[in-house]
């Protein structure tokens, strides 16, 4: 039987992560792995993350299962965390999931139960998994316009003008907040005018909130989704909590689902469990329960918060250094969208002949599409950086 298996092809982005690895170079910068980094190079664990993982060792008392949705007082947490008092908390059905990704992949199980003929519009570009699950489960997937090249910005009229072609049952897939991988977002007049498309079209919005705190703010953050959440009839919505609890590998995540009708949510919550059940039965709970103590402790909250705001701090400040940094050694503000830009990533908007050549010649590491992580920068590697920009001629 497994002679008849295909080699599927290799993930880039764990490509790149083992081509940095094998380089001798002792001034390789990497930038591809979307993983935060402090001014060290190393991925912290977060204080109120440690403190309440001492505090959990202390009281914990077993490690049977929870249920499949996962624990309720997390959804609660969450729920609260993402929309607010946008909707009435019996409004919404929710479940934890392996991280976002997991929480991404029982959104699409969902609307393929729900309408196997249901079309999914993604943005050009979007996270490349989004663009593999789909392919993978045989999903109708739309690429809809989003960045533009010579901008760096978001061509508006131009995702409008294809997100006119959705069909009443098809989903419009959005990124909440930091958009992966351009960093370029719209603003909220934006989300308005997609809002009121999305009504006249009878199409169902699906967010990814994945950085949520990384941008402008944990409240500003979320008025995208909280806006769509309370304005359409049905949402999905998959949060990660990898990213601002700083909790990569404990796989922690939520999936949403919003009916603007109460009387649907228990359906709606059966689903949930039901997919859980057939991919993976109870979700893991370690990193639900920290991000629970996080959420609901006010001291543990207030330190997460207060860290929170230092790392996006941190990243503002590492994209105005570089933008002008580069202002300087080009003598033009070309590279203004940097500064602009938002989360833990820009897309330079080049070629990869140019990204190859920045690895080549410079040791510098980012996915080939010009996606750099601009928190694996530092004030010493910013300059180094700009210079092999100019020298690459980008």
Known sequence: MFETLKEQPADKILMLMQAFKEDPREDKIDLGVGVYKDATGNTPVMRAIKAAEKQLWEVETTKAYTGLAGDPAYGDAMIALVLGDAVPRANVAAAATPGGTGAVRQAFDMIKMANPAARVFVS?????????????????????????????????????????????????????????????????????????????????????????????????????????????????????????????????????????????????????????????????????????????????RADWMAELEEVRNSMLGLREQLASELQRLSGSDRFGFIAQHRGMFSRLGTTPELVEKLRADHGIYMVGDSRLNIAGLNKTTVPILAAAIIKAGI
């Open 124 to 300: 050009d570009p979007t996270w490349p998994n989004h663009l593999s699950i789909l392919k993978h489960m045989q999903i109708e997937t739309v690429m809809y316009r989003y960045f533009d090249n010579e901008t760096r910005g978001v061509d508006f009229d131009g995702m409008m003008a294809d997100l006119d072609q959705v069909r009443a049952g098809d989903v419009v897939l959005v990124h909440g907040c930091c958009h992966n991988p351009t960093g370029a977002n719209l603003n909220m007049g934006q989300w308005k005018e997609l809002v009121a498309l999305l009504l006249k079209k009878g199409a169902t919005p699906m967010v990814d909130i994945a950085y949520q705190g990384f941008g402008d703010g944990l409240e500003e953050d979320a008025q995208a989704v909280r806006l769509i959440a309370k304005s359409c009839p049905e949402v999905l919505i998959a949060a990660s909590c990898s990213k601002n609890f700083g909790i990569y590998r404990e796989r922690t995540g939520l999936l949403m689902a919003v009916s603007n009708d109460a009387s649907r949510q228990k359906m709606n919550q059966g689903t949930l469990n039901y997919l859980n059940r057939q991919n993976f039965s109870f979700p893991p709970d370690h990193g639900a329960r920290l991000v629970t103590m996080v959420l609901t402790d006010p001291a543990l």
